[in-house]
């Protein structure tokens, strides 16, 4: 009888870790801006869907094509996978050092910065300046140097180009699964492989772009405190969470996207 109250304290406190991670994987969530990233991942997602019905389907793009992005590019669940594989990912990390940091103002203007940045290169010519900018700067220049020391840090290419061509392979599947692609997924793999080194120059060329016009503002020292800590075990466990979040959101959607163009073109068959 007198148990009972003793064993539920008992595993209040067992559960209680798992809670304070959860919790801090949403705070880490709302400082890094999930929510703004997603959308705009979302606007980038749906003029890339609409650019492959061009290239798909002919002539004017169908009204249930318009009504399929919005399905596939829903941002409530694109967010829901994101936050809960991040936590996932996150299990076992100590995250407070994490929190502490981007709840700094420098470290809030820094991702505020990237948000910016990333709006912005929504928009092909914006894009396009960051890329060409990019390429003339000098490598001694001290903010390439750190911007470069971030990427390398990170890993970003890498891990960006392998998400990049999971992607791609997960569309081809959909394409196969819904009929309207016709290969083998030895096929598959080898007309990805093909194009892994073009996707590494492009993401590298991207990668640099954006993060010199994003950090173009932030002052030296500031800059180089944001890579330190990047590459502390923390901030090394907080990128791979990221990058799983955002793999498995990137999944879910190139599968989905597959699918959906197999129907829409069988349609136009019909």
Known sequence: MFLRPLAIAALLIALLPAAVRADDAR????????????EIMREEGVAHGEQLARESLPG?????WRATLDRIYDTERMEGTLRRVFADALRGTDTAPLVAYFETPEAQRII????SARRAMVDPAVEAEARAAAAVRPPEDPRRRLVADFVETGDLVEANVAGALNGQFLF??????????????????????????ETRQDTREWLMGFLLLAHGP???????????????????????????GFDAMFAEISYAMGRALAAEMEMQDL
Do not use: C, H, K
């Open 172 to 197: 081809y599947r959909g394409m196969a699964d819904g009929g309207g692609l016709e290969i083998s997924e030895a096929e598959m793999i080898d007309m990805i492989w093909a194009q892994e080194e």
């Open 112 to 115: 505020g910065l990237e948000v």
């Open 218 to 244: 932030v002052e030296l020292a500031a800059l180089e405190r944001y890579v330190d800590a990047a590459g502390t075990p923390a901030g090394q466990a907080l990128n791979a969470a990221l990058f799983a």
């Open 60 to 64: 004017r793009i169908p009204g249930s």
């Open 27 to 38: 705070r880490l969530g709302d400082l890094l801006g999930f929510a703004d990233i997603v």
